[in-house]
């Protein structure tokens, strides 16, 4: 009893010199709030998601303007029986395009940039390395550069396939075949060698190990890349662009860019983008949630979970 | 279950460099045999040999005097238990040791019997629906333990299974190992590079450096018969000395010049050239008042005393120049030395081996860690 109360008094009595005789200025306190960063941060916040709040917003506009602010409706949505996204010929086809381009990019880039990823992990040479460095390089090559080269191939080279939805997709797969061959080839060096030969040990096939171990090991990565291309499809206009032929074959971002750039915008494009911003939150959230249930009792927090599905699209 | 023979005939690996050079190695059935040495010496890749991880440049690996090197790892009748235990993350403990058994298509009710029995060798019954990242360390080990064992192999291949725990759970460990494997009989190889775990719990082992064996033996044998400095500096008996062999008796008895002292030496007098080195175990090494006479007597100086609790340790500087640790048991019976003080130690005739190989001393990180010879080298630091 005696020693604690001895000791919170000679903590009062260093206390009170600290602050007494040796104050500091606020500019030189490094305890001090960070006011400044902090203010600074609200500030980046504000400026960069009111502009989308009030894109979202005049997609909900009664009137016809995006500028003047009449009122809440869903006319631009589908109230209206011409102009709203869902009777508007043209924008409803953009919405499956995307849906398509996405699902079918997912569906042919995954696989193969797994089975890339595998193969380059295996294969230890020159070559492997450099076509690894190719994977890499997709990173760094302008889009507009790949995708003017692939407007060729298939204006010029391979007049077999025209432009349109197959253009597109081959485009697509393409440029996005790196996020797996990428990610899941990380997944591997982090996994090591150890599983596979445990499983070996244990009496497992070749076979037997790659579906028994090694796919639920790479599942994580697998499924973020999958987000990753997914949300990155649905984000792309610049290959679209260039590849789409027609309105049927022309997705959201590329209406949305012409029709508001050829001077014919109205809240249904809002409406249009808000559908588009939309989508690209449901991906990132099935993604977070997805990543966690599947790395549950792997120790991966949410953190984590969101720096893998969405840092690595910085 | 008999079998579990083991024959290494001539193997080597070579990756850049040799990592096992021309190893013949004879294992018998049901024995608890160890691999010891530094790491780089070969001994993991002579286990990963086995297991089929890795195949060998040259020689042969024979079970039960079959022919392995050929065969892949998924159909040898060995398992491992990895350093890193290599629990598989996304299943639960019970499913982990089912892995070797679901490949093998059994009943269901033979398969969780077996993986109860194996996890009840392990102790570990009611952990069965944990999975690996919820179990401690030595829990994850055993795991590791049922999820071989409950393939019944002929051999178990342990990777330093025991190198990622804390000290009091590795000692309590090594126990357990021991008996289990006395309790299942199968053939334990054991690769380490704790000397006391291979004293503790092999039958037999094999020191080895640079991708060779240097010495074969039962633990005895081995820590009191060092073949070379390297096996005896490694063993954890470094008190080497220096000597000149001047006289050589019957039955490997002999003189050995010592600076200016003349040692009666007891053991290794046939085989040992004529410049070799002395050897005593810390334990063995009496201290007494400085100006006590009789043979085998050298002067002394304590250089530093270090206390371990139940015993203390003494660095002692002789005459002749050489630096010898000593070990008094804090039994109440020993005179307390102070430091600077000048001794005489007692080398006993019996506890006195010289050795026929030369070799390296081998890296200890148990020493000391500054250089007791400096003075003043702890207030430099």
Redesign the interface.
């Known amino acids: 009893m005696t020693s604690v109360t001895a000791r919170s008094s000679t903590s009062g009595a260093a206390a009170k010199t600290a602050g007494g005789s040796t104050r500091l200025r606020p500019w030189r306190n490094p305890w001090r709030h960070p006011w400044l960063l902090e203010g600074f941060t609200w500030l980046y916040l504000l400026w960069s998601l009111a502009p989308i709040a009030i894109a979202v917003l005049f997609s909900f506009n009664s009137g016809k303007s995006q500028a003047s602010y009449q009122g809440l409706s869903w006319r631009w949505y589908w109230g209206d029986p011409v102009n709203s996204v869902f009777h508007n010929p043209q924008l409803q086809s953009s919405v499956f395009t995307t849906l398509k381009l996405s699902a079918y990019t997912t569906l042919i880039a995954v696989p193969i940039g797994v089975a890339f990823a595998l193969g380059i992990n295996r294969w230890r040479s020159k070559t492997a390395a450099s076509f690894n460095f190719v994977m890499i390089l997709s990173f760094v090559v302008p889009e507009l550069i790949f995708g003017v080269a692939m407007f060729f191939v298939f204006t010029k080279l391979f007049t077999g396939i025209q432009l349109g939805l197959l253009a597109e997709i081959l485009g697509l797969v393409t440029w996005n075949v790196s996020w797996p061959a990428i990610i899941v080839q990380a997944r591997l060096v982090g996994i090591g060698r150890?599983?596979e030969?445990?499983?070996?040990?244990?009496?497992?096939?070749q076979w037997?190990t790659m579906r028994?171990?090694m796919m639920?090991?790479l599942w994580p990565a697998i499924f973020a890349s999958a987000i990753l291309v997914f949300s990155g499809v649905i984000d792309d206009f610049v290959i679209v662009d260039l590849l789409s032929s027609n309105a049927s074959n022309t997705p959201m971002s590329v209406i949305i860019y012409s029709t508001q750039h050829g001077g014919n915008g109205g809240p249904a494009l809002n409406a249009l983008a808000t559908v588009m911003l939309v989508m690209s939150f449901v991906v990132a959230i099935l993604g977070f949630l997805g990543y966690r249930f599947m790395t549950r009792?792997?120790?991966i927090d949410g953190q984590q979970a969101l720096a893998t599905i969405a840092g690595a699209e910085n | 279950m008999p079998g579990g023979r083991i024959e290494l005939v001539s193997l080597t690996k070579r990756f850049a460099e040799v990592a096992v050079d021309d190893i013949d190695l004879q294992i018998a059935s049901g024995e608890f045999f160890s691999l010891l040495g530094p790491s780089g010496c070969g001994k993991t890749t002579t286990l990963r040999l086995i297991a089929g991880f890795e195949q060998p440049t040259a020689g042969k690996i024979l079970l039960d005097g079959t022919d392995v090197s050929a065969v892949p790892p998924h159909k040898r009748n060995v398992n491992t238990v990895f350093q890193s235990y290599a629990l598989f993350p996304f299943l639960n403990v019970f499913d982990n040791v089912a892995f070797g058994l679901r490949s093998r298509k059994l009943p269901s009710s033979e398969l969780s019997s077996r993986v109860c029995s194996a996890l009840d060798l392990v102790k570990l019954k009611s952990f069965e629906k944990r999975r690996p990242g919820q179990l401690s360390g030595g829990q994850q080990q055993r795991v590791a333990l049922a999820r071989a064992l409950v393939l019944q192999p002929s051999v178990l291949l342990l990777d330093e299974p025991l190198g990622a725990l804390d000290a009091k759970l590795r000692r309590s460990l090594k126990v357990e190992l021991k008996a289990l494997q006395e309790q299942v009989g199968i053939t334990f190889l054991y690769v380490t590079h704790d000397q006391e775990e291979a004293l503790t719990m092999s039958d037999r082992l094999a020191v080895m450096r640079d991708g060779k064996i240097v010495q074969i033996g039962s633990p005895t044998e081995v820590y009191e018969e060092p073949s070379d400095t390297y096996v005896a500096d490694f063993l954890g008996v470094s008190n080497l000395m220096e000597v000149d062999i001047t006289e050589r008796g019957p039955g490997g008895q002999c003189q050995a010049k010592l600076g200016d002292c003349v040692l009666t030496v007891d053991h290794g007098g046939q085989e040992a050239p004529d410049r070799s080195h002395a050897v005593i175990r810390p334990e063995r090494v009496k201290i007494e008042e400085f100006g006590s006479t009789g043979p085998n007597r050298v002067p002394a100086m304590v250089e530093r005393l270090v206390y371990l609790g139940s015993s203390t340790q003494v660095f002692l500087r002789l005459a002749a120049g050489t630096d010898l640790q000593a070990v008094l048991q804090n039994d109440g019976s020993q005179t307390a030395w102070s430091q600077g003080t000048p001794v005489h130690a007692f080398l006993a005739p019996d506890a006195l081996r010289v050795l026929a190989g030369g070799g390296e001393v081998a890296e200890q990180g148990d020493d000391l860690p500054i250089d007791i010879a400096a003075p003043g080298a702890l207030q430099a630091g």
């Open positions: 150890h599983y030969e445990a499983a070996a040990d244990l009496g497992a096939t037997q028994r171990v639920p090991l009792g792997q120790r």
